[in-house]
């Protein structure tokens, strides 16, 4: 950890040497987030509730998906960006250093601007908190720690996943963004609201539904199923194969050669 936040002051320092840029850079990211919050609005001034969800029940799930994922966007940037260092032949240079080769890749890039997303989310998901009908006790506090967390382990096993795609075909942004972006968008809705092919995806391929989906049946009282207090926790074992994965293709790594 001392490493990254070597590197995290660096690429602050690096951020603030265009301060005007960085500033309105973060207010478009605010104007952004604004439009996603804006649809869910929209749609809820014309149905009352979606199979049983109202409107803050969707707005808790959307905010815990976008806390993640945009926590992950931020301090995990580098991932993201995994393609940009092999194709510039960066990659080999993170070879030849004694430190972990996956700590470095996230280190290479950090985004501040995406930090505005950040606390968007939390602003929403503390509204949502106020305004639905829960009578809460320690056990539904920490369910949504346990959710928030989680949300931020997942996004964090897909960014290496998609980091790992890369030793296999450089490019190809758009299968990668399938399983990043589009499961993304599917689970800020509670995923119950889709057919069952969905919500088993979102379940046992990519278990999104353990992150938010079953905790808020929880929290909400729909089921008094203890397991959902804690699915969110079992989503972490996610990350084991998204990690292993991720060591067996830098072995396919044959260098750019130059």
């Known amino acids: 950890m001392k ?12 951020c603030m040497q265009y ?5 309105l850079s973060f207010l478009s990211q605010i104007l952004v987030f604004f439009t996603y919050y804006y649809t869910i609005l929209c749609l809820f001034d014309k149905f009352s509730n979606i199979n049983g969800f109202t409107l803050y029940e969707v707005l808790f799930t959307f905010s815990i998906i976008q806390f993640g994922s945009s926590f ?26 004694p430190r972990n080769i996956l700590l470095q890749s996230i280190c290479e890039e950090v985004n501040f601007i995406k930090l505005s997303k950040v606390i968007q989310s939390i602003i929403v998901l503390v509204i949502a908190i106020i305004k639905i009908d829960v009578t809460w006790n320690i056990s539904k506090v920490l369910t949504v720690i346990f959710m928030l967390i989680s ?25 990668r963004n399938v399983f990043t972006c589009g499961c993304r968008d ?3 809705y509670p995923i119950g609201v889709f057919k069952k092919g969905v919500i088993f995806f979102l379940t046992y391929i990519i278990p999104f539904g353990l992150v938010n989906y079953y905790p808020l049946l929880y929290i909400l009282g729909k089921s008094n199923n203890k397991f959902y207090m804690y699915s969110p926790l079992f989503s972490s074992l996610y990350l084991i194969p998204c990690i ?5 293709g830098l072995k396919r790594y044959s260098s750019t050669g130059s």
């Open 72 to 97: 992950c966007d931020s301090f995990f940037r580098g991932l993201d960006q995994f393609d940009h260092l092999i194709v510039r032949g960066a990659f080999d240079k993170l070879l030849l250093r």
């Open 19 to 23: 301060k005007a840029s960085f500033i």
């Open 3 to 14: 490493l990254y936040f070597k590197y995290f002051k660096i690429h602050f320092k690096s």
């Open 186 to 188: 599917m689970a800020e």
């Open 244 to 248: 292993l994965l991720f060591y067996k």
């Open 151 to 175: 949300s931020i382990l997942i996004f964090f096993g897909l960014l290496v996943l998609a980091a790992t795609y890369c030793f296999y075909t450089v490019k190809g942004l758009e299968v």
